[in-house]
């Protein structure tokens, strides 16, 4: 009787012991579907796969399932142990084939940042078809500032104011020709304009100095008309644009769904043509009348040096026809004595 119970006993352990062990085992994998490509046969003493043709394993150890080989394109693994845990390399494979469905939203670059440049670019466009006769306007008038800038610097650093008190003490002493030797050569407007007066004075003293500072005038004032012109006509350019978006926005109210939107643009178009208009005027105006300004100043220097060398080479004339008149009266009353 106790043998009975013995045996019944480890008969009743083993069974639960093995349907434990057949429950915590893993389901096998399916077998892999079948390729119409025919097999070759395999080399001796290599193990394959039943049902999979072509398919090359190595030796498995007893008591371990063989891994799923023969898809083709699949990379050849080891059989691995149970429980043990995946390769890095299979690991690698997976987080790579992972990688693309998340790199979309990794490689969106971000917004690029607004400076000027887009600013005055987007404030361009609005402004309708009449910014770029205003942007030919704007070219223009920093040209023509600049150009006189540097031509009024030019003349500041040319002036010699001592050369011109040199020639003026040599006409006072009668040296006619030390005076045109200094004023010969120079940079200096009224220095050209006494060198020619002083090179004529024998046809016409008074002509030759009105021809040189005409000549000279006429340098200081140029591109002053086309300052002029782009102080009037910049703001009518303005106000050209202001009226086209007027009638762009009015021209939308009829439509209800795009009302708001185009009224609001005209105006834009209206506001910006108008503030560059007024912009590019005072931006001349200022520069304009500074040049004006020193064209009179200039004008006012030669013509008082024009009048006093008039007033010298007359006094110098008069003196020599005085000292002529001196030394001839002498002899004439010596003949009436004798």
Do not use: Y
Request: aromatic share 6%.
């Amino acid at each position: 009787m106790k043998t009975f119970l013995t045996v019944s006993v480890f008969a009743a352990v083993a069974a639960v012991t093995f349907n434990g062990t057949a429950q915590t085992q893993p389901p096998p994998p399916p077998p892999p579907a079948a390729t119409t490509t025919p097999a070759l046969p395999p080399p001796p003493g290599v193990a394959t796969t039943p049902g999979v043709p072509g398919a090359v394993t190595s030796p498995a150890a007893p008591g371990v399932m063989p891994s799923p080989v023969g898809v083709p394109g699949a990379p050849a693994t080891s059989p691995a142990a149970p429980g043990a845990m995946p390769s890095p390399v299979v690991s690698a494979t997976l987080s790579g084939a992972a990688s693309p469905a998340a790199s979309p939203a990794a490689s969106v670059a971000p917004p690029p940042k607004t400076g000027w440049t887009n600013f005055l670019i987007d404030n361009f466009q609005k402004g309708g078809p009449i910014m770029w006769p205003i942007l030919i306007v704007s070219i223009i008038a920093v040209a023509v500032v600049l150009e006189r800038a540097f031509w009024w610097t030019g003349r500041w650093m040319r002036r010699d104011p001592k050369r011109i008190e040199k020639v003026f003490t040599a006409i006072e002493t009668g040296d006619v020709t030390e005076a045109s030797r200094l004023s010969r050569g120079s940079r200096d407007p009224v220095l050209r304009m006494m060198w020619n007066g002083l090179n004529h004075q024998h046809a016409s003293l008074q002509g030759a100095l009105q021809v040189a500072a005409g000549i000279e005038i006429k340098r200081a004032g140029r591109f002053l008309v086309v300052m002029d012109t782009l102080v009037t006509l910049a703001p009518l350019l303005g106000l050209l644009g202001t009226i086209t978006g007027l009638i762009r926005s009015f021209s939308f109210l009829g439509n209800e769904e795009l009302a708001v939107q185009a009224v609001t643009g005209g105006i834009a178009e209206a506001l910006i043509a108008t503030a560059c208009g007024l912009g590019i005027a005072i931006f001349s105006l200022i520069p304009f009348n500074f040049f004006t300004s020193r064209v009179s100043n200039l004008e006012f220097e030669l013509q008082t040096a024009a009048t006093n060398l008039e007033v010298m080479l007359e006094a110098q004339t008069k003196a020599r026809e005085v000292g002529i008149g001196e030394t001839t009266t002498p002899s004439s009353a010596t003949r009436s004595s004798i």
